[in-house]
Every structure is written in C-alpha cells, then in structure tokens.
C-alpha cells in the first residue's frame, strides 16, 4: 500500500468500510482507475451500474464488482460518489439513498445544486466536485465545493480522493462550480476541437494524418507545459513566438479579424449558462 494513499485506506479496512459509485460511466471510471492506481483493494469499491456492458468492463479493467441496483452492499459505504447524468441523478437518488444516509457524498455531476441533493437525500454532508477527463491520466482539474456544515475531516477525505486524479482547487461559493464546469470540465473538449483543426490543416498542407495528428498534440503538451512551468504569463509567452511580420503575426492577425478570442469566450459562457440551466431544469 503506497504511503500517499494509506492513512485512509488502513481506517477504510479498520472500519470495512468502501467507496461507493452511482453510475459507472466515464467520470466514474476515471477516479476510480485513480484510486486502484495508487492502491485502493478491489473490494473497497463499491458501483451501482444498470447497463451491463459497463459493469462487465469495470470488472475488467479495474477488477472491481458492480451491481445493476443499489441494496445493501452500500450500508458499507463511507463515500458515495454520485457519477450519474444531470438528467438520471434525482431518480438514482431515491433509488440509493435509503442505503447511504450516513455516508459523505461526492457529487460530480454538471449542475445539479448542493440543495437538490441534500433534499433529495436528507443529508447536509454533501460535497460537490467538477473533474475532467485528464483523470483518466492522473492530470485531471478539479473545482470541489462543499456546503458549509461539511467538516474539515470531510474536506480532507474528498481531497484525499480527487488527489489521486490531479489537482483540485476549492471554490466557496457555489455557482462558481458553473464557471469550472464551463472552463475546466468541459474544456478538454475544447482543446480536442483545436487538435482536431490543426491536425485538417496540416493535412491540406500535405503532411500525412499521422505526422499532423502528432505535431498538433505534441505542440498542445508542449506549449501547456511551458505556461505550466513558466513564471511568465501566457500572452507574454505567446508573443516570444510572434515575429513582427512572420509567420505567426499571420495566424493571429487572422485569428483576431475573426474575433475567435472572443468568440471562444462567448462558447465558455454558453457551457456556463447550460450548467445553471442543468440544475433549474434537473434539480428539484
Ligand atoms: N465526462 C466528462 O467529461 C465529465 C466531466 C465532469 C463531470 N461530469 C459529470 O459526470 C457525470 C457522469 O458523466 P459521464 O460522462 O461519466 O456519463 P456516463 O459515461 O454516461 O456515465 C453515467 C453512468 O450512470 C449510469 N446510470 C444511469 N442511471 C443510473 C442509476 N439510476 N443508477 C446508477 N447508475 C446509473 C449510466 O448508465 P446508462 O448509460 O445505462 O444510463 C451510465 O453508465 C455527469 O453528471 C457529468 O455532468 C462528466
């Protein structure tokens, strides 16, 4: 058992207790890929899955055992991470909830507000967290939110889980999670978007699919690295590969006669506006 993880997983045995998910889907598979990566038995992972196809690949890929409804396996559960779509969540909820009313919940659906949940739980111990796909390899941004009768034992717990995908930042208050939603959660899908472009340009440039497709990540992960590394700020960096009157100085002129800057934040308020919109239309 690694040291990082350890504490926690030492009192989870103590008490035999486990970490329960509903819905086993994308987000659902990538914490807990996390968590068997830095340690976590098997048997302390707990998922309700109604579709068989993606139990039978959890069983596979992560050895763990889920079940298509929720029963009494979830009485074990310290932590219930709810990992179902907006849409599914409050029907989940009734189904599960006369199982898990002690646990501490973790919420990462897009959204469904702190106060949806707690009603339809009965429980004030609700923590509300917005990952990415980078989970899948342990580079995941996560914005957490907790309501204010969570403890720091809780908040400690939560980070100790979501650390096992990547970062995390805590905001406190809770319609800022919309923001994080629209930047960071959806926003590996922004980044494919422009892989996706650069890779078709390359590719009427001549370059074969897979030198334009290699060049197009490679610049993403390299460039992200240096803003990551550097003390400088982006629009400094961005302008050290700008030649006054070069190649460059073409493309960005180009991108702002267009006004792709500001359109790209018009498209991350949009996601924002959808996330409020989740949890006016799902939430109760
Ligand atoms: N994907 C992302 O990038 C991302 C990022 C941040 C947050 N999230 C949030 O994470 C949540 C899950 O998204 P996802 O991408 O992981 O979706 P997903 O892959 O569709 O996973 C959801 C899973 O929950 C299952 N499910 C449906 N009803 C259920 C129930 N009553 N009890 C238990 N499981 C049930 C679904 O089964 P069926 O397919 O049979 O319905 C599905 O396998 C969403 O709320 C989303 O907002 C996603």
């Known amino acids: 058992m690694p040291g990082f993880w350890g504490r926690w997983a030492i009192d989870c045995r103590a008490m035999e207790s486990t970490i329960a998910f509903i819905g086993g889907g994308n987000m659902a598979s990538a914490i807990i890929g996390g968590l068997r990566g830095q340690g976590l038995p098997a048997a302390q992972v707990e998922v309700v899955e109604p579709w068989d196809e993606a139990r039978a690949r959890l069983a596979q890929q992560f050895g763990v055992q889920a079940q298509a409804a929720p029963g009494e396996a979830l009485r074990r559960a310290g932590v219930v991470v709810w ?4 849409q599914t969540f409050r029907e989940a909820a009734q189904a599960a909830a006369p199982f898990c009313a002690d646990a501490l919940h973790l919420s990462v659906a897009a959204g469904i507000r702190s106060d949806s949940i707690a009603a339809w739980l009965g429980s004030e111990r609700i923590v509300r967290a917005m990952p990415n796909t980078p989970a899948l390899v342990g580079l995941g941004m ?11 034992a809780d908040r ?16 406190d208050a809770e319609p800022l999670l919309d923001g994080v939603t629209a930047l960071s959660g959806s926003g590996p899908a922004y980044v494919f978007f422009f892989i996706e472009a650069m890779t078709r340009a390359g590719i009427e440039m001549g370059l074969t699919a897979a030198q334009a497709q290699r060049l197009a990540v490679g610049t993403f992960r390299g460039a992200a690295e240096l803003a990551h590394r550097s003390d400088e700020p982006p629009e400094l960096l961005r302008q050290r590969v700008t030649s006054k009157g070069g190649t460059t100085y073409a493309a960005i002129t180009a991108l702002q006669a267009d006004g792709v800057d500001a359109l790209l934040v018009k498209a991350i308020r949009a996601a924002q506006a959808r996330a409020a919109e989740l949890g006016d239309e799902f939430g109760r």
Do not use: N
């Open 83 to 86: 990992a179902v779509k907006p």
């Open 142 to 152: 996560t914005g957490l939110y907790a309501r204010p009768s969570v403890g720091d």
């Open 156 to 171: 400690a717990q939560v980070e100790r889980i979501v650390a096992t995908t990547g970062e995390s930042v805590w905001v």
